[in-house]
């Protein structure tokens, strides 16, 4: 055989003939490939196991510090069932564990480096499909660029959220409970054994964040695009249909290789916008928005800020699910009847046309689906918010943020969808932390909290402090929230008059550098505009008279971060990793 000539797969559905690109690896005789069978075989595999067979790379990110994850430790040898028995070849790759719990200074600043192992890992190895195992916040996105760009047949595993947390007979959620009754321990509302039974009940299994968070959010938008199984996003992850899951998925992901079904046949422009559209029924985490304006250019689609607006005007929230919800968990919406359930009641907002991983329509999909609990997933006509003022996001401009930043207007009493008051600015999180302490801070419900420096570059790594904490002053005194704004991120489980992603960020000398303590701020949602009550006379000073701090870096891959990452309103990806950077990476020589 030459280099290129290799085993003949039948194409699902015809007697057309191709090549599996594994082949190009196992199939020649020549020394290079004698080399990777003998070594194949030092493995105790034995020719059988590859021969004309879909070689199946499952991108593990499992770790021994990832709690989201820890389940796939057993998961991946399901889904390695499912392969062998669909009669392709399952090799497990691990792949770096972004925990969200434990990762500092920021999950967000490695991002980008779990795509450039993820894009590399199936580029370098004798692999002709994936199945991506992820879940926790920044490894759904993470594992999606680095497909994405490869293109070959991928399905994505989401890990599931954890079970409903409990304490003292309360339901509590992940995130959203712990800011919650941090406050009420700040504010001397509970005592510190309190705050020690919730710390022993808010996490009680395997799984993501049990709130709409981040991860559930980014994995209903995995399902959204047609790059998981219908139904997988929301099953718990110790529920035993997500075992039957994720060995259907090995299953399915080597008939996609036999059809060569491939993201860039399914990540079209409409399938970006049923997955906004999805993420704004739900509720979703504000984080959305960077990594689906990422994921979308990776994948040569034009998305950006006024997609999500748009989609927050038209979309209701109908899932009941907290944070942006009152009452319920993912367990519950699972029972409910999950993404499918919640894609059948918005099927009037979506294209049902579009290819999914199971090689039919969203529509064809989800026509069974149903909801077996209308308070949970509400009808269109009784949803949880709507209106331009009361949606899942609101994309703000302004002199402060001329290329957006973003706010959940259903987290946060109406009272500050249209708010001025005078600014309270730190540059630095520690400098902010201590000032908030002091019960004798210069404060009132009326001030916008202000933090900079906090951004993709600022941050590093754009972290999730953009809930900032209320100053003890005000909690003693019965308040709970005020408006907060910031150029950094903030949790999906976080809730409040938070202002995010405030883009051109302040580090690199965007308009929220110029802004000092005292000036007058004002938001309006409705409008969806935000301004600093500054003359540009003033502001042209200020700039005139500004300094650029100091790096963060001197060396290392956070050096190579603060050279190449984009600002929040354009994703936060690699400027070298998009699509449009230069020419296709072609197919590893071997010589």
């Not at 894609?343 to 909801?371: H, P, W, Y």
Request: glycine fraction near 10%.
């Amino acid at each position: 055989m030459t280099e290129d000539a290799g085993a003949r797969v039948p194409d699902a559905g015809d007697t057309q003939k191709r090549t599996l690109r594994s082949e190009r690896w196992f199939g020649p005789a020549d020394l290079r490939s004698f080399g990777h069978r003998s070594r194949a075989m030092q493995m105790g595999y034995d020719p059988q196991d590859w021969e004309g067979k879909p070689v199946i790379a499952i991108l593990n990110t499992w770790s021994d510090i990832n709690p989201c994850h820890m389940h796939f430790r057993q998961r991946v040898e399901d889904v390695k069932r499912g392969v062998l028995e669909a009669g392709g070849f399952p090799l497990e790759l691990p792949a770096i564990s972004l925990s969200e719990n434990f990762m500092k200074p920021t999950t967000m600043l490695y991002r980008n480096m779990l795509a450039m192992e993820a894009e590399e890992l199936l580029r370098s190895y004798p692999v002709d499909g994936a199945v991506l195992m992820g879940g926790c916040d920044k490894t759904t996105p993470g594992l999606l660029l680095g497909a994405t760009s490869m293109d070959i047949p991928a399905i994505y595993v989401p890990a599931g959220p954890m079970l409903s947390g409990n304490w003292q007979g309360k339901t509590l959620g992940s995130g959203a409970d712990s800011w919650k009754y941090w406050d009420e321990l700040r504010a001397g509302k509970i005592t510190q054994a309190d705050w020690q039974g919730v710390e022993a009940g808010i996490a009680r299994s395997a799984g993501t964040c049990m709130t709409m968070g981040t991860a559930s959010t980014m994995t209903a938008i995995a399902e959204g695009i047609g790059l998981s199984l219908p139904g997988a996003s929301s099953i718990p992850a110790v529920d035993s249909n997500h075992i039957r899951m994720a060995k259907s998925s090995g299953r399915r992901i080597v008939d996609m290789v036999r059809e060569e079904l491939k993201p860039s046949k399914i990540q079209t422009r409409a399938a970006f916008l049923n997955a906004i559209a999805v993420a704004m029924a739900m509720g979703c985490s504000t984080n959305a928005i960077i990594h689906v304006i990422a994921m979308a250019r990776r994948a040569g689609v034009p998305i950006g800020l006024d997609d999500f607006d748009r989609a927050s005007r038209e979309v209701p929230v109908i899932a009941n699910v907290r944070p942006t919800g009152t009452t319920y968990l993912m367990e519950d919406f699972y029972y409910a009847g999950g993404i499918a359930a919640l894609m059948k009641q918005i099927s009037s907002f979506l294209d049902l046309s579009c290819l999914t991983v199971t090689g039919r329509s969203v529509g064809e999909n989800i026509k069974d689906a149903r909801v077996w609990n209308n308070d949970v997933i509400r009808p269109l006509d009784k949803p949880m918010f709507t209106g331009e003022a009361g949606g899942a996001l609101a994309v703000l401009r302004g002199n402060l943020a001329p290329d957006g930043c973003v706010m959940k207007p259903a987290c946060c009493d109406p009272k500050f969808h249209k708010h001025s008051g005078p600014a309270l600015v730190f540059d630095d999180y520690p400098t902010m932390k201590k000032a908030i302490e002091d019960e004798t801070l210069d404060v009132t419900p009326d001030h916008v909290l202000v933090l900079r420096n906090a951004g993709p570059l600022g941050g590093p790594g754009m972290p999730e402090w953009g809930m900032l904490p209320m100053p003890r002053r005000l909690l003693k005194e019965g308040y709970r929230d005020m408006l907060r704004l910031s150029d950094a991120r903030m949790s999906g489980t976080s809730y409040g008059a938070c202002v995010l992603h405030v883009a051109p960020e302040s580090y690199i000398g965007g308009p929220l550098a110029l802004l000092k303590t005292g000036d007058i701020i004002s938001v309006d949602v409705e409008a969806r505009s935000i301004s600093m009550e500054v003359s540009e006379e003033e502001l042209a000073r200020r700039r005139a008279a500004w300094t650029p701090p100091p790096p963060r870096y001197g060396r290392g891959y956070g050096w190579m971060a603060a050279h190449h990452m984009r600002q929040a309103n354009e994703g936060c990806d690699f400027d070298f990793l998009q699509t449009d950077f230069g020419a296709q990476v072609p197919e590893p020589v071997i010589y």
